[in-house]
């Protein structure tokens, strides 16, 4: 566990560029993270979607202290908002139904139907 707490706190610094000392508070914060059931790349999710909101201007910079950052409530809030859709799910079109092709008959009524149309719209447009 403390490798991959060591690992996960080399990339922290890394990806925020902050150097930041790893003392055993900070440990214990690595730990609860990660017996909490988050990975390292939740962190990575967490860290991107802090530093796109702070580039946006919606979050303070001091979201990415790490003080704030691995609280627990914190930290597990911001992955799931990282996780949201703002738009809806496409939704599937049901298959297209498919109809028996006509009948000669049911062609040649259409037909007709189509002529008598035609007909009375050029009666009524001297065409």
């Known amino acids: 566990m ?14 925020t560029g902050q ?7 900070r440990e214990r914060l690595w730990y609860e993270l990660f017996h909490a059931g988050f990975s390292e790349a939740d962190l990575q999710r967490v860290i991107s ?3 796109r909101e702070i580039r946006e201007g919606r979050r303070n910079v001091g979201a990415l ?7 627990l409530d914190r930290f597990e809030e911001d992955l799931n ?28 009524a259409a037909r007709q139907r189509a002529l008598k149309i035609l007909a009375r719209f050029r009666a009524e447009h001297d065409l």
């Open 49 to 51: 979607y802090l530093q």
């Open 65 to 71: 202290k790490l003080s704030n950052l691995l609280q």
């Open 81 to 108: 908002i990282s996780r949201v859709q703002l738009h809806a799910p496409k939704l599937s079109k049901p298959p297209p139904v498919s109809l028996p092709p006509p009948s000669p008959e049911q062609d040649e």
């Open 19 to 25: 150097r930041v000392s790893l003392r055993f508070d």
């Open 2 to 15: 403390i490798q991959r707490i060591q690992q996960a706190h080399a990339l922290y610094c890394r990806l």
